[in-house]
């Protein structure tokens, strides 16, 4: 991509003489988790909406000054999406950073289509999702060979109903990791769920408080039994992603799968096996 590109000038854009808005991803909450392509974007926004106290830390450590910056926590979609197209018609680059990776729980869609119907054009640049910052933080596998190869994000019902055929309990029948966004304060529900799909108690549970903020995340750790209690114990009330996996606590077995990849009788693209 030409810096050109970046700078949203798009033959669309040119054409009609409009700027693009990028939806940028700023990651998990460290201002250094947002990729270098979002944060040079925000260096040459004009303008920049960002998705209340998670990610004002980006918006602010790399938009230039000068640079029309909102929180848009008291916004109404169609408040955001009038903002949106009016500083693409003043500026070349408008960004919408949001939390993680804007392609979950974000909104996206319903910001987008505004955007379309307005001819503004649009991109999204992705970021590390809160489900990747919170194993990380806790140094744990998504997967683990011949435990799970599979990893489920999903959340339980509150105000937003799941679709059919997505109930918690049905999707942990299949026994793979499962990272639930937007539940802590549900974990009543998580605990019910899982117990219904047959996870025994003392299944390992983890959940992160504010992965990767420097100096208040926290790494809640416990079984389908104490998880709850533990949360409580903590004070952890808001902004955690909850991990239910049959891999947590690996690094402690005493017996683990080798993953093929890296085991000398398996050969591949890019080594031969040793005898
Ligand atoms: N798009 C975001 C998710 C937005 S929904 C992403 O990809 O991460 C908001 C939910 O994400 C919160 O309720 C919480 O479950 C989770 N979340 C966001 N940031 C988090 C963080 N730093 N630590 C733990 N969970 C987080």
């Given at each position: 991509?030409?810096?050109h590109?970046?700078a949203?000038?798009?033959?669309?854009?040119?054409?009609?003489?409009?700027?693009?808005?990028?939806?940028?991803?700023?990651?998990?909450?460290?201002p250094?988790?947002?990729?270098?392509?979002?944060?040079?974007?925000?260096?040459?926004?004009?303008?920049?909406?960002?998705a209340?106290?998670?990610v004002?830390?980006?918006?602010?450590?790399?938009?230039p000054?000068?640079?029309?910056?909102?929180?848009?926590?008291?916004?109404?979609?169609?408040?955001?999406t009038?903002?949106?197209?009016t500083?693409?018609?003043?500026?070349?680059?408008v960004?919408r950073?949001?939390?993680?990776?804007?392609?979950?729980?974000?909104?996206?869609?319903?910001?987008?289509?505004?955007?379309?119907?307005?001819?503004?054009?649009?991109?999204?640049?992705?970021?590390?999702?809160?489900?990747?910052?919170?194993?990380?933080?806790?140094?744990?596998?998504?997967?683990?060979?011949?435990?799970?190869?599979?990893?489920?994000?999903t959340?339980?019902?509150?105000?937003?109903?799941?679709p059919?055929?997505?109930d918690?309990?049905?999707?942990?029948?299949?026994?793979?990791?499962?990272?639930?966004?937007?539940?802590?304060t549900?974990?009543?529900k998580?605990?019910?769920?899982l117990?219904?799909?047959?996870?025994?108690?003392?299944?390992?549970?983890?959940?992160?408080?504010?992965?990767?903020w420097?100096?208040?995340?926290?790494?809640?750790?416990?079984?389908l039994?104490?998880?709850?209690?533990?949360?409580?114990?903590?004070?952890?009330?808001?902004?955690?992603?909850?991990?239910?996996?049959?891999?947590?606590?690996?690094?402690?077995?005493?017996?683990?799968a080798?993953?093929?990849?890296?085991?000398?009788?398996?050969?591949?693209?890019?080594?031969?096996?040793?005898?």
């Amino acid at each position: 991509m030409t810096s050109h590109e970046a700078a949203g000038a798009t033959d669309a854009a040119v054409a009609a003489d409009t700027g693009t808005v990028w939806f940028v991803g700023a990651g998990p909450g460290d201002p250094e988790l947002i990729t270098l392509k979002g944060q040079k974007l925000l260096a040459q926004a004009g303008a920049v909406l960002f998705a209340g106290s998670l990610v004002d830390r980006a918006a602010t450590a790399f938009a230039p000054a000068g640079c029309d910056i909102r929180d848009s926590k008291d916004m109404t979609l169609e408040a955001m999406t009038d903002w949106l197209v009016t500083r693409a018609r003043q500026h070349r680059t408008v960004v919408r950073l949001q939390t993680g990776d804007p392609s979950l729980y974000g909104a996206l869609i319903e910001m987008a289509r505004p955007l379309d119907a307005a001819g503004v054009p649009w991109r999204v640049v992705p970021g590390v999702s809160s489900a990747m910052a919170s194993m990380a933080a806790a140094g744990e596998s998504m997967t683990l060979p011949e435990v799970t190869q599979t990893v489920i994000l999903t959340r339980v019902e509150g105000r937003t109903p799941m679709p059919e055929g997505e109930d918690l309990a049905a999707l942990a029948a299949h026994r793979s990791t499962i990272c639930i966004f937007l539940s802590i304060t549900l974990l009543h529900k998580v605990e019910a769920a899982l117990r219904q799909a047959g996870w025994p108690e003392d299944a390992p549970m983890l959940v992160v408080h504010k992965a990767s903020w420097p100096g208040e995340e926290q790494i809640i750790r416990g079984t389908l039994a104490d998880i709850k209690q533990r949360c409580r114990d903590a004070g952890v009330v808001s902004q955690s992603m909850i991990v239910a996996s049959p891999t947590l606590g690996s690094r402690d077995w005493e017996t683990l799968a080798r993953s093929k990849l890296y085991d000398p009788t398996f050969t591949h693209r890019f080594r031969k096996a040793h005898a």
